[in-house]
């Protein structure tokens, strides 16, 4: 503890157990923990229990409201890491410790030492320091007003029940407001975000797959005032069939892996945490001109044919990639093209301008302080939370009158003595990663993390054997693909890269969406949006 840091005193109090009013505990808030100690001639440790408060997502205070009971009640929430007893997997399981305080006749005392209890549990559970990088990221933290996307279509089409069955509780106990806002159609999500007064809500939370985030990326970039909507933390819940991006979150917080609904409770923990941390965009050029937004991928060879063929098979949920990929194997593709990259060895400061939507208006992202978002309890009342932005707004910068910066071409002009060329033109597979996760089960970038300013490019030069792509794959769901000694597989670290396709024919896609055939260029944008993480494993 740094000197001059003050400890907050311990609470104390002897409560009965709800539903139980003839088991009484002995109740302890520290600044870390609350202990429960049921009260008994058994033998204490085994009727002791320990809840750590970085497990807490939320505490409230209420009264029963029919009969004359003047008792008072006290529920807390947690999600602790726990093995389940059917598997060896450690996953967060919710835990809820309610009690009945009833030492007064006055049932309004009552009502204020429950209270009491709440706004110190909840204080000081958002007290809980999370460190990244020696620096500071947690101040009780929880947005109050989300905006939550939901497609129900997604995955195996069951992302509303298990927003109805999981997340729409957590949110509740964490004191989280929120609006559910259920997706009708493709770019549906794009075109609300894009247009919406974004001052109504302090996150925007996706709960699908991939694809939704990528819409509300791009939406958010298309507005006039995209310096400071894309700014907006956004929030990830898996309810689709990749869900990469959730994938990598859970990755991050340095939990072991998880899946399917497991995974969905931990993100939602991470959710209901509420730290904010900057997150890397990259910016796709197409040969036409288009430009789009990434916060994931950019593929073209077997990745991307299995993402868009393996759509026929949707109904069997994340299971369709490894049916795709196994129908993919049978019949492997090989793609010419040209490939070249800038080395993320060439650095400069340069390379850290966001995307200029309007000439000149660039504004370099490093000129910005370190964020320090504070979504506050405001501790009036049980539920009432009062949120705040501390990011201080960012000093201007002159306009540099470029969209990208020198060393970075446009796609139709020539690349600088910077690139590398790659000497291969036939691979089975290129792919760009920004976050550590290609699906659930797939560690494809181990190395990455949110916002380290580089894209992991790793690409498959034509001529392995399938049996010897299939253990690749297998590999990745660890992330030892690229331990292995196989002289097909490249791994290089980039700040930018440029493909050409010479194959007549391919798919190509940005974020799990297939974009238009052709040459493509991209180039990484540090720490430009912002994600709700729940706190970054140092």
């Known amino acids: 503890m740094e000197q001059g840091d003050t400890v907050a005193p311990s609470l104390y109090g002897e409560f009965a157990v709800a539903g139980s009013r003839k088991v009484l505990c002995a109740v302890c808030l520290t600044d870390?923990?609350?202990?429960v100690q049921r009260l008994t001639s058994a033998p204490a440790a085994r009727h002791r229990a320990v809840f750590s408060l970085e497990d807490c997502v939320g505490c409230r205070a209420f009264r029963l409201v029919s009969g004359g009971d003047p008792a008072a009640y006290l529920a807390a929430y947690f999600y602790p890491p726990k093995r389940r007893w059917t598997s060896s997997r450690v996953?967060?399981?919710?835990?809820?410790?309610?009690?009945?305080?009833?030492?007064?006749?006055?049932?309004?005392?009552?009502?204020?030492?429950?209270?009491?209890?709440?706004r110190a549990i909840r204080e000081r559970s958002g007290c809980q320091q999370h460190v990244r990088d020696g620096v500071l990221m947690s101040?009780?933290?929880?947005?109050?007003?989300?905006?939550?996307l939901v497609n129900p279509q997604s995955g195996k089409g069951q992302a509303l029940t298990l927003y109805n069955n999981h997340i729409q509780r957590m949110l509740n106990e964490a004191g989280v407001s929120h609006t559910l806002v259920i997706t009708e159609r493709q770019n549906h999500a794009r075109?609300?975000?894009?247009?919406?007064?974004?001052s109504q809500w302090d996150a925007l939370v996706i709960m699908s797959g991939d694809g939704l985030l990528f819409e509300v990326i791009n939406g958010l970039l298309e507005r006039s005032d995209w310096e400071e909507a894309i700014r907006t933390p956004l929030g990830i819940l898996p309810g689709g069939s990749g869900n990469a991006l959730a994938a990598s979150v859970h990755h991050y917080s340095g939990a072991p892996p998880v899946f399917s609904k497991d995974l969905l409770v931990s993100c939602g923990f991470l959710l209901c945490r509420g730290l904010v941390s900057r997150m890397d965009l990259v910016s796709v050029q197409l040969g036409s001109g288009t430009r789009l937004f990434?916060?994931?991928?950019?593929?073209?060879?077997?990745?991307?044919?299995?993402d868009i063929e393996s759509e026929r098979y949707r109904h069997v949920g994340a299971a369709r990639f490894t049916v795709g990929m196994l129908v993919r194997l049978a019949s492997l593709r090989v793609c010419r093209g040209k490939l070249a990259y800038l080395p993320a060895s060439t650095h400069r400061c340069s390379e850290r301008t966001p995307p200029s939507l309007q000439p000149g208006q660039a504004c370099r992202e490093r000129c910005k302080p370190p964020a320090q978002y504070s979504l506050h309890n405001s501790c009036q009342s049980n539920n009432s939370l009062r949120v705040r932005r501390a990011e201080r707004p960012p000093p201007r910068c002159p306009s540099t009158g470029h969209t990208d910066p020198p060393d970075v071409p446009p796609l139709s002009e020539p690349l600088t003595p910077d690139w590398v060329v790659v000497p291969e033109k036939d691979f089975v597979l290129v792919l760009a990663m920004c976050h550590s996760h290609l699906a659930e089960d797939l560690l494809a970038a181990p190395d990455a993390s949110l916002d380290d300013g580089l894209i992991h490019l790793t690409y498959i030069k034509a001529g392995i054997s399938r049996s010897a792509l299939l253990k690749l794959f297998l590999a990745m769901e660890k992330g030892a693909h690229l331990d292995s000694s196989c002289p097909h597989?490249?791994?290089?670290?980039?700040?930018?890269?440029?493909?050409?396709?010479?194959?007549?024919?391919?798919?190509?896609?940005?974020?799990?969406?297939?974009v238009e055939y052709g040459p493509v260029q991209a180039q990484v944008h540090q720490g430009l949006a912002r994600l709700l993480t729940g706190g970054v494993a140092s």
């Not at 870390?32 to 202990?35: E, G, S």
């Not at 101040?139 to 939550?148: F, I, W």
């Open 139 to 148: 101040q009780l933290s929880r947005p109050c007003r989300m905006m939550l």
């Open 91 to 118: 996953s967060r399981q919710r835990v809820e410790q309610c009690f009945r305080l009833c030492s007064l006749q006055d049932p309004d005392a009552n009502l204020e030492e429950a209270r009491k209890w709440a």
């Open 32 to 35: 870390r923990d609350l202990i």
């Open 191 to 198: 075109e609300l975000v894009r247009e919406a007064d974004l």
């Open 294 to 306: 990434s916060f994931l991928s950019l593929a073209w060879g077997i990745v991307a044919d299995v």
């Open 489 to 514: 597989l490249v791994h290089a670290t980039v700040r930018a890269l440029r493909l050409e396709p010479l194959s007549p024919k391919g798919i190509i896609t940005v974020d799990g969406e297939v």
